[in-house]
């Protein structure tokens, strides 16, 4: 057993055993922060930062002080605001951008006492399922298939994250889910993710994508360390009006809950034809191994699920042509001199954003102008609210849903490129949970039969995240999943 | 007296509607909890929020909702309890966020009205459509550098009222009106300070005209940004003719935004319908729906103070002024709160002529506001009473006020000083008439003979003999008796 080996529960136990301390936990994964740099999992690397919150964390637990993930090296998904860390988005606008602000997610992970690493990639804005369209260049998944040498995508947005955890780079990591952000990514690189239920987690110095879906939330090795993570990151912030004020429960205690006498959902809409055949039968072993813990599994349905993607595509594209508005050369980034204001302005974005974060805004911008709404936004409106009431009926059945977190494994860096629609089919079944606003984790439950990693998709009722935990708690024991550190 | 203009082919009536922005009062602006103080420093009134900064978010001011309510409720106007805060999408360099935060199809006010005081003393009551809240931008300033713009935010951000008019308005004389009544109710309100020359009230007129008798609304064109009652007047007036001119000369009026130059008297196009942008309205889905419970409008309905029409009424009612006096007296707060306490007690009529004759006449040769008047409200109702006592004669109360305004002493010093006191001792006066008329014995025979004018001689010795401190009515007696044939 390595440093970077260990999870975060363990690590925790064994800091405040002392049998371990803080900095050196911390330059273990500096270290391996080094040897991997192939990865391209980080933007910044932050290792003076690392190594006084280390020695502070150490000082603290020897005062026997010690918060939750005192001494814990974390990654920061590039999305979140950290003052005076250059914070980019991977996008080139954000050149240079240093906040004078912290985001509430990373100042509340900062006070738990964890270690920031650095930042890490995403696709440029968050728009993306492969972290490829980052200007940094793409993140590379540590998981390679059988036999096979060739880089592979780590899923996205939250690729860097995903990377870094797999690779024993970060012992977790933040993400951010706006359509599948964060468990897709977890589902490619055999990690846990957790998006929680929208308004759990303040978005307040969150770069926004999609205000009305974006969500922070952790990615980790194990169900367990993204409960105390979660725990250390979420609650209500007065400055986010969509934060909830509901109290926040005891996500660890809820672990050892099990599945006995729950009612597990199997949405039929989900098992399309043509459905990956490798994914098809994990999911009906994930179905067996809930079945032997105790739970029944009930055929549930999803009318609207088809109308999921098409909905997603104008919501969040909407929301992201204003969102990245105030990306105009002005106030801070990249400005490109013009003429007039307007020549600055084109000029500007021209060279700032990428193709995929353009093709969105010009797609935002169609849907919402005049002549167009109500045939594209307010229309999707109105399917995300009948997607809302599928789940909110079918959690009149059952407790929880399971389904593939997403349709294939790992492709290579590469694919797809040139498809954008083939792109978008990865988030098919994590795309209707961010529209309902519901918490969903990924877990890593099999691998296909070239050796990847595949993940099962756990589903809950709003604020619900302790069944979530429970069951994905389950299936992580049935599985016995075996990763990469 | 309808207002007709002549046109060369016939008679025209003008359509006009008004569009006032009005500045909440209110320490902090709309969304950030920025301080607002008028004439800072450049950009030192500026938070994450206002700049337009990445991941930062709107979090609602309530004061400046339920100053809001209240100006709604002022307006006598229908309270949406619930309302949605919308983006209104372009770009300009003094907006920072790329989008205005306004309320588009959910406002939080509904319809109103306001009524218009004629000078003929009848009213008229104009429909308001709507009053919405939304944040204003920042400063572009073009005149500092040759080549440069020069930005300043502080405003950026400040929350507005706008309340729109119905087209209910038929003349430059009742759009005055409408706006000086509409900034007396924001005043009384205490919601706007209506200072037009710091623009903390700015007013589009939307303006059309058509034949006298149809019915029919023409193209309109709307004049932006007027920052004077005066100058609005004058900018419909000169609309109006120049859409006359176009229909007289054949031609027809294009709808578009004008400016108007007060320095020319003279409006020219800013914009063009075509070039007119496409604001791409949604809902912003920072903000949650605005919803107000009973409650909140009950406690803001019972402290609304007496608005100006209640007061005016009133004045009318309990103390018998007329319409024309008691529209004066209340068109500010303050000005009828000194008529009130000068009126105490005391006859009212004349204390109503007496602010209105003597003090507004000097306050307003002083350029003074009621607050900075040299003159208190006791110190004129004291002089009041040595009227009503006879102390002094109106011809001496007045020399009086004006030694009160000259040196802000109290009426009862100045007479005591001064020696004023009136002389209604019959038998002081009955000496001096005496006196007069042993010493003028042939004057006393031509007026005993019929000589009537006479008396005016005799007035005017009795006063050079008392120092003009008799009481001219006791004087008239006496003399009428003694002279008599």
Partial sequence: MTLTSLTIAEARDQLRAKKISAVELTEAHLAEMTKQKALNAFVTETPDIARARAKEADAALAKGDAPALTGIPLGIKDLFCTEGVLTTASSHILDGFKPRYESTVTAKLKAAGSVMLGKLNLDEFAMGSSTTTSYYGPTINPWKAKGSGADLVPGGSSGGSAAAVAGGLAMGATGTDTGGSIRQPAAFAGIVGV???????SRWGVVAFASSLDQPGPMTRTVRDSAIMLQAMCGHDPKDSTSSKLAVPDFEKALSRGVKGLKIGIPKEYRPDGLNAEVAALWDQGIAWLKDAGATPVDVSLPHTKYALPTYYIV????????LARYDGVRF???????????????????????????????????????????YYLKAQKVRALIARDFEQAFTQCDALLTPTAPTPAFAIGAKFDDPVAMYLNDVFTVPASLAGIPGSSVPAGLTSTGLPLGLQVLTKRWDEETMFAVSQTLEDAAAFKRLV | MAYILKGETGDWEVVIGLEVHAQVVSNAKLFSGAPTTFGAEPNSQVSFIDAGMPGMLPVINEHCVAQAVKTGLGLKAKINKCSVFARKNYFYADLPQGYQISQYDQPIVGEGAIVLDMPDGSTRAIGVERLHLEQDAGKSIHDMHPQKTFIDLNRAGVGLMEIVSKPDLRSPEEAGLYLKKLRSILRYLGTCDGNMEEGSMRCDANVSVRPVGSNELRTRCEIKNVNSVRFVMMAIEHEARRHI?????GGTINQETRLY??????????????????????PDPDLLPLVLDDAFIAKLKSELPELPDDKKNRFVKDYGLTAYDADVLVSERENAQFFETVAKGRDAKIAANWVISNLFGVLNKQGKAIAESPVSADDLGALLDLLADNTLSSRMAKEVFEIMVDTGKAPGAIVEERGMKQVTDTGAIEAAVDKIMAENPDKVAEIRAGKDKLIGWFTGQAMKATQGKANPAMLAELLKKKLAP
């Fill in chain 1, 316 to 323: 969040a594209p909407a929301e992201a042509s204003s969102n």
């Fill in chain 2, 245 to 249: 001119e176009v229909y007289d000369a």
């Fill in chain 2, 261 to 282: 130059d007060a320095n020319r008297d003279e409006t020219r196009s800013m914009r063009s319908k075509e070039m007119a942008h496409d604001y791409r309205y949604f």
């Fill in chain 1, 333 to 375: 980034g990249l400005r490109v001199a013009g003429q007039s204001l307007d020549e600055m302005y084109s000029k500007t974005r021209a060279a700032g954003f990428g193709p995929e974060v353009r093709r969105r805004i010009l797609i935002g911008t169609y849907v919402l102008s005049a002549g167009y709404y109500d045939a």
């Fill in chain 1, 195 to 201: 998006k929680p239920t929208y308004g759990r987690c």
